[in-house]
């Protein structure tokens, strides 16, 4: 009898060891838990997201009993999810955050407007290398996307009064800090420093035959390719054992270029870079010195910021972020990459300073003389070769550029500074612009500045001309002197910016030749401003900018929505002496010059519903045309799991008047609807419709000063687009996962694809498909490679004839657009 109680008890530990460890086994992780996973929990849709955003909000918990706060759950609930979920620390404190991870975030980001191939790069450095948010300055907590100064100021305050932020529950309590900001801010931060000692490696591959594109904004067209076959191809290797000192180097070569190398040697031309960073000496602080290849960015971009992309309606807001200060720059940034040294520090906390000098070869349109050049020119590829003509002067490394600049801050209290900045760049080559004899054709020079749809060409007429030497230099030439001042401050939930900026002339610069005469006598200016209010769950933000003709800065990349040389000649390349001039246009990332106000909100009206709003509205200085943009967004979340999206967008140019050519109006509408599986798996499904309804062209329509009739098959009607696809996610295993899409389209349209933006325009329809996969090989590698395919349909070609031919004799020609296959592969590896 004894014996036999003994194995029953047995059975019953067993039993109940058992139990345990099933009920272990399904408990969800509630620090860590998504959205999805908590749906399994035996609760409401309501109580699901009340307890998802209480975590998010006030989290990560520390014991299970917070939860009693949550006002949507009974005792009952509580007791039943006591059983259900586990307390385990959160894992995006960690500094050790997975590659899928972070490719995931990345996936989710690059759909968002404003997106661009050099925002993508930057995110995937600071979620591998996320900084302390106890060591981070205002500029550095800035940068970060969605958080404003508002959020910044509050977490230096937190810091101030509490000597450091332990953890995300402390960080979360700052006074001011928004729902929206903390969300976005958590992914790039830790609370403590990383180990010391330790060694950290990161290295990244891209081979690629997509090429890069250099505006992102809807209406922008792809580069002139077709010089070679090679695919792009980026290498980028950075290491470190100490929060002190990191060194890399990167060698990039675009798609369809040679390999390259430094000038005048077989040594491949790679950017390198050694950073010494986070040291105190006394009252002196150094935030970090550059020797090498380094990036350098001022304020809002009016006066100074070193990179070859650019952004359309770039506020500083939201998701287009500009990071202010000095970093390694290990990029694919060529043209306006500085090469030298940089310094960025502060002394006794109050005074903040960045300090530069580079020297480096630039791409550039030399004059038929050959000791002169007319503009910089960013090339995608670089190349020296015409694709039509041979050109009668080179174009790579044919300018030396010496460049030195800095920013001098005081800074009143936090958030609140006074600031000047200044940089100057000299040049080999006299600067004097003679695109007549340089860049455009000689059959079409009576078209510069005399066509009605080139309203543009006033902005080449007004390029800066300079002949100039300097002591600091020997070989100087010419120069160009940008100079100017800032101010911030954030008022409780007001923060307020401006920055205005002159280019220095110390003389008259004069473009002559036989098709104009242009004058520059005063000295250009620009200035941009902008005013952001914000609430938990609402932002609202007004930014003005205007932008001279004459303000010729080709590092200036503040806010526009186009770039430099829209409508101008430059445009249409068949009217320049080879297409590859074109890049002058093409290859941009200079503002145009505007003026204009911006307005853009977001409000979160319910758990379900987020808003968003933008309202554009600017005259084009070069010839006064005004533009408007509106775009509206709304998404609903009817329960967790699934999201409609609807974005609609309205955008006109206005006519001078009836007889004007130049007037459009484009209507676009575009409807996603997402629904979220179990295991990070998702299906997206978009439909967009969108119609361009352009001025009526008196040459294509009846005349209607003779009444003769001049049928034609065009004439003022609309150019629709319209495009229905679908996007699907599978996780297969947590180290693999395939992305697929297939969508027909007929007309513009433009999309983001895995990690890549495109611009299409079919005018028969065609069918497109890509797939990407991912794969993890063990703790530190990571692969993702995509292929994509596009195959158009055959258009047929209708012409009629010219007097004295019957214009109703009809000509037929078919044009096939074939197929195009593009590959793009990956390879990441970190420790």
Known sequence: MKDRLHKIAALLLLQGVFALSAIAAEQIDINNASLSDLASLPLSVEQVEAVYEYVQYQGPLESIYELVNVKELSNEDFQNLKRALVIKPDENASSNTRLEDQYRKVENWTSTEGASEGLMELWLERLAEPMNVNTASYEDLVSLQNVSPVDAVAVMKLRAESGSIGSARWLRNAIGLSYYGYQNMRDFITYDEAESGQWHIWYNMVMKTIPSTNATDEEATNPLLGVGSAPDILHKFSFSNSTHWKAGFSYNRQFGEANRYFKGTDIPEVKASLTLSDYNLGGFHLDRLVLGNFSATFSQGLIFESTDFRSPRRSGYGWNKRVHGIFSDLSRSQEYAQRGVGIQGSLYSKLKFIGFVSKNDRDAVLNPDGESFTSLITLYPRTDTGLITELSQPLLDVVDEVTYGGNLRYELFTGTFLGVSAYESLYDKELNPQPTLSIIHTDNTGLFLNSSGNGGDTEIAALHASSAQSNLWKDARANRRIQGLEFSTVIKNLAFQVEWAYLDKDSVGSIDNEAYNVAIKDEPQALVANAFLQFDNLNFMVLYRDYDLAYDNPYQR??????????????????????????????????????????????????????????????????????????????????????????????????????????????????????????????????????????????????????????????????????????????????????????????????????DFRVFDSPDGSIRWWLTGFSRIGNHWAVRAKLSWDEGSALSNYAYGLAPYDPRVLDKGTTWFGEAVDFRLQLDYAF
Do not use: C
């Open 558 to 755: 503040s806010f526009s929505n186009y770039q430099r040389y829209k409508s101008s000649i430059y445009e249409d390349e068949f009217y320049l002496k080879d297409p590859v001039l074109s890049y002058l246009y093409t290859g941009a990332s200079q503002p145009q010059a505007e003026r204009g106000v911006y307005i853009s909100s977001r409000y979160q009206i319910h758990r379900a519903w987020v808003m968003t709003a933008n309202f554009d509205t600017w005259t084009r200085v070069a010839d006064g045309s005004r533009y408007y943009r509106t775009v509206a967004t709304a998404e609903f979340r009817p329960t967790f799991n699934y999201r409609i999206n609807i974005r609609q967008k309205w955008q006109a140019r206005g006519s001078f008047n009836i007889f004007s050519p130049t007037g459009y109006e484009n209507r676009e509408t575009i409807i996603r609807a997402r629904m979220r599986l179990s295991g990070f798996d998702q299906l997206q499904v978009t439909y967009v419709n969108s119609a361009t309804l352009f001025d009526p062209r008196r040459r294509l329509t009846i005349d209607l000063a003779s009444g003769v009739s001049n049928v034609s098959p065009v004439g003022q009607a609309a150019s629709p687009g319209n495009a229905l696809g679908f996007v699907l996610t599978h996780n297969f295993t947590p180290m693999f996962k395939l992305i697929g899409s297939v969508v027909y389209y007929k007309g513009f349209f433009w999309s983001f694809e895995d990690t």
